[in-house]
Structure formats: C-alpha cells, structure tokens
C-alpha cells in the first residue's frame, strides 16, 4: 500500500474521471465552470508528487508505470483533495445547548451580547489543557480526512490573552507533526473583545486599548514565535470596526503575515471594501454584501470566501451571493467554517451541496472553489489544489462515477479514500 514508510512510484488507474482543475489559477467567471475532465483516466505518483496524469492508456505504457505497484479505482471519480481554507479546528467543546436556544427563537447575536457566544467557547478553551485539545483536534483531523480534505487553514481566537492564543497556535504546530493534513495557521486574536477590556470606553482597558495590545505585543510575538502565517479580524457588529481592523491589519503587514477578514457576515459594516483596500488574501462570509462591494471585490485579488455552512446552521435564509460574484468575475473559493457557534460541520461534500442548492453555483464550480481557488487563497496554488506534474499527490477518491454526485447525494459521505502527498490516508472499510 502507499502508506508505507518510504513513498515510492504508484499508477492509480481505471478513474471513470479524474478532475484535474489544471490551468492558470486562481479561477474566475467562466473558468470556475472548468473543471478539466479526464475520462478513464490514470495518474503516476512518484515520491509523493505527480510525476504523470492522462487517458488510462498513455498513462499505463509509460515504462516507468509498468514498475509501478497499481491501484485499481474500479471507475471512481478522483479530484484534489479539498483545501478547506477557513477552519476554527482546535476549541474545547460544542455549543449544542446554544443550538437550541437559537431553535427556541435566540439569535446568535443575543445569545452573544448575553455572555454566551464566542465567549463561552473562550471561557472553556481558557480552562483546557493542551493534552484534551490535542486528542479533540486529532479526531477532527481524522474527520476531516475522510472527507477527502488534506489541508486545511486554522485560526485561533478563543483565547484572547497571549498563553492562551499561543498555546492554539503551538497545538496547531504540534498537530501538524502528529498527523498528515497540512494545517495553515491564522492568528485571530481579534476574534471578539475579551471581557477584562469591555469595561470603559477609555483608557487601559478598552476595546482601542486591546487593540493596541495586539499590535504592539502580541503580533510581533507571533512574527518572531513564527506561529502563524497569516492574521484575521472579525471586522463586524459587536466585534471590531473598521477603523480598529484596518490598525491591526497594518501591524499584522509589517510583521510579515498575510491578511485574511471575517467580513459583512452579520452586518454591512465596509469590511469587504477594507479587504481591497490592504490586498488581503481573503474576505470570508460576505452574506451582506451590495452591488459596489461586489464591484470592487471582482476587480481586486482578494478571494471571496463563502461559508454557507453558518446560514445553514443558524437558519439563516439570505445565503451569500456567490452568483453574483461569479459572473462579476470575483475569486470565489468555498470552506467550512468548521466551528462550534454557527458552523460545527467539517463535511467539504456537505458546503458543497449548500453551495449548489442554495447558492447556485454548479458542482463544478463549487469544486474548483474547494480546491485551486481555495489553495490560491492560501497562496499554496503552485503545490496543491489541482492534479498537475510536479504538484503533491494530494488526492480526494469518491465512490461515484460522475462527479455531480458529490454535491447530490447529502448528508452521507461517499468520500472511499484520501491520499497525501502520494500515501493514503483514509481508507473507508
Ligand atoms: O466564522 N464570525 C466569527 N467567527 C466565527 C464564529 C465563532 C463562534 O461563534 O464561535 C464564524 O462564524
Ligand atoms: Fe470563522
């Protein structure tokens, strides 16, 4: 099998369709359309990367292939393995008694200004030792790969002092050792202003004085701790401005990270248009986006990442505009959200089927969204997120023998194997 010690060379054969996602990267408009079919296709492997992908026959005559041990797919469908590039992985526990109030007829932001919230998982990671995190995270991590994910981003944010943000971000560094999914690390310690600087409006122990205390202290730390290689702010009502974002975002610039925003997610506050504004990377939510912000995000580098799983989980009608953002030509990409408050599924098959049922897009699309586009955000592309020579062998195998099937069929996981960087990682059965 090729999971064993030393990668060597593997052929997989006999794919109904391989989805190669090949071409220039990132995608927009009609190229997301494009998922770059091969039928009855086979693809080499060799130390880990792609060494050949083609028709079966070409593939299967390389003499180099004839050496190879084989893997016969039986007409599965094979793509890259999803990038789920926005993830809260590591937080102590569920919210479910949260879920039911909001069922009852809560809303997510009453439930927050009443203590509950964001807060609630930071009281409780606070409390968690390092040991229970780990073990919590790993059989997430495990989750995650059988459902055909192989690299996913992880923030922090439910720490909010500095021991408790680093010991997120250095459990994400350890986890990457103790597991094989690539994990990127994000520090979002402008999550939500702790509760020990809610009290005045002024001095010491402001949210401005919070603020500043992650610009000036905590993001050098991260810089220089190489913690993280990219920061976020969730710029939005009840959290931070505009103004306080685009203060962290310049200091998180100059010590070196890339720039991701949790942007118009429960109000329209101007955050997409702050994302343009610094080249962020990413710009996440946008379920309240208008025509201008649309505008300008199709005009500018930054991937629109939508989350349809947190309007599917706290019941929200209004699903962002993927449409439209497509046909402006934006850079669409998809991810989980994987948290506990309004998104706890880690299921890229399931965002998926919500993205093709309540936004519209089509299963390919939706595809090279989870995958090149969303590795594009991670400014990964050149490596993952396409099945192309020389890239890793990072590769989702699906029991189906039409790719549109991944999104139809919901709510169960035809996921049958995972492989990373040429080794299998998951296995169903
Ligand atoms: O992406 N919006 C902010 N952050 C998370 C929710 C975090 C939580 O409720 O715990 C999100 O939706
Ligand atoms: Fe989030």
Redesign the pocket.
């Known amino acids: 099998m090729p999971n064993s010690r030393k990668p060597d060379t593997w052929l997989i054969t006999n794919c109904s369709e391989i989805l190669t996602l090949r071409g220039p990267a990132p995608r927009r408009g009609r190229a997301l359309a494009a998922p770059g079919i091969l039928h009855d296709g086979a693809l080499l492997i060799r130390e880990g990367r792609i060494a050949a992908i083609g028709p079966r026959r070409r593939v299967e005559r390389l003499p180099e292939s004839r050496r190879a041990r084989k893997l016969d797919l039986h007409g599965r469908v094979v793509l890259p393995g999803f990038v789920d590039s926005?993830t809260?992985l590591i937080?102590a526990c569920s919210?479910a008694a949260e879920y039911e109030q909001r069922i009852s007829g809560a809303t997510?932001e009453q439930i927050?200004r009443a203590g509950g919230?964001?807060i609630n998982?930071v009281r409780k990671l606070r409390a968690s030792s390092p040991a229970s995190l780990h073990s919590r995270a790993l059989a997430h991590l495990a989750q995650f790969a059988g459902h055909g994910t192989t690299t996913l981003e992880a923030k922090s944010?439910?720490g909010l002092d500095w021991p408790s943000e680093r010991k997120i971000l250095v459990a994400l560094r350890e986890l990457e050792r103790l597991q094989p999914l690539e994990i990127v690390r994000t520090f979002l310690g402008a999550?939500i202003v702790p509760p020990e600087f809610r009290g005045r409006t002024r001095g010491n122990k402001s949210a401005d004085a919070y603020v500043d205390l992650i610009c000036r202290q905590w993001l050098p730390r991260v810089a220089a701790e190489n913690l993280a290689e990219f920061c976020d702010v969730?710029c939005?009502r009840g959290?931070f401005t505009v103004e306080q974002s685009r203060k962290i975002l310049t200091a998180a610039r100059a010590c070196g990270l890339g720039l991701r925003l949790?942007a118009e997610?429960?109000a329209r506050t101007g955050a997409a248009r702050l994302a343009v504004e610094m080249h962020a990377a990413s710009a996440?939510?946008l379920e309240k986006l208008t025509g201008t912000d649309i505008r300008a995000l199709a005009r500018s580098d930054v991937t629109c990442t939508m989350?349809p799983g947190?309007c599917f989980h706290l019941g929200i009608a209004q699903y962002g505009p993927a449409r439209r953002l497509i046909d402006a030509g934006a850079i669409l990409a998809l991810a989980t959200?994987f948290?506990?408050?309004?998104?706890p599924t880690l299921s890229m098959p399931m965002i998926l089927s919500l993205a093709c049922t309540q936004m519209r897009m089509t299963p390919a699309e939706a595809i090279a969204a989870a995958t090149i586009n969303a590795a594009y955000s991670l400014r990964r592309h050149d490596r993952i997120g396409s099945l192309e020579v020389g890239k890793f062998a990072d590769l989702a195998v699906f029991d189906v023998a039409d790719y549109r099937e991944i999104p139809y069929y919901f709510g169960v996981n035809y996921c049958a194997m995972t492989l990373k960087r040429g080794r299998i990682i998951y296995s169903r059965g």
């Open positions: 926005h809260h937080h919210r997510y927050a919230g964001i998982s944010g439910y999550h969730f939005d959290a949790h997610q429960l996440d939510h989350l947190c959200d948290n506990p408050g309004t998104s």
